[in-house]
C-alpha cells in the first residue's frame, strides 16, 4: 500500500498532519538536523531545526494533487475556528520555512516563507503538459537535501 493510500485511510485532517509531523521529522533526524518541538501547540511553528547553531522555525504541511497533473499545493494561511466563523492567518515573521510532504512522491519540501504564496503554493515535479516553464516552482530547487546543503553552504 502507497503512502498515498495510507493517508486516504486516515480520514481526520489532524491524524493526516500527525503523520506528516512525524515523517518529515524523522526524515530531518535522518540527515543529522537536530529537531526541537514546542513545548505546547499555539505556537505558529510546529518544529525548530537547528543547523550549525542556528535555527529555523518550521510550519509542516501535507501537499495534495494540485490542479494540474504532475502538481501539489499546500496551504500557506492558517485556518482557525473562531466562534464567529473562521479566522485566516499568514505565516509572515512567524516561520523561516514550510515543511512540506508530497505524499504522492513522497518527497519532503522545504519551501522559505519568502517563495511561498499568500494563500497557497503549488509545486510541479513534472513537467507541464504545454511545456510551460515560466513562473512554476520546480520541486528540484526545494527538494529536502538541496535546501539543506544551501543552508549548510551559507
Known amino acids: 500500500m502507497s503512502r498515498f493510500e495510507q493517508y486516504d485511510r486516515l480520514g481526520e485532517p489532524q491524524k493526516r498532519g500527525q503523520a506528516t509531523e512525524a515523517i518529515v521529522t524523522a526524515e530531518l533526524i535522518a540527515r543529522d538536523v537536530s529537531v526541537l518541538t514546542p ?10 531545526m ?6 529555523y522555525r518550521l510550519q509542516i504541511k501535507t501537499a495534495y494533487d494540485g490542479k494540474n497533473d504532475g502538481a501539489v499545493e499546500f496551504r500557506t494561511r492558517s485556518v482557525r475556528t473562531k466562534s ?25 519540501y522545504l519551501v522559505s516563507i519568502e517563495d511561498a504564496g499568500a494563500a497557497a503554493t503549488t509545486i510541479r515535479y513534472e513537467p507541464a ?9 520546480g520541486h528540484a530547487e526545494y527538494r529536502l537535501d538541496a535546501v539543506l546543503d544551501r543552508i549548510r553552504s551559507e
Do not use: H, M, Q, S
Open 129 to 137: 503538459a504545454n511545456n510551460n516553464r515560466a513562473n512554476v516552482n
Open 39 to 48: 513545548a505546547y501547540d499555539n505556537e505558529p511553528y510546529d518544529l525548530v
Open 50 to 55: 537547528r543547523i550549525d547553531d542556528e535555527f
Open 84 to 108: 464567529g466563523g473562521y479566522e485566516r492567518e499568514g505565516y509572515d515573521g512567524k516561520i523561516d520555512y514550510f515543511a512540506v510532504l508530497n505524499v504522492r512522491t513522497e518527497e519532503v
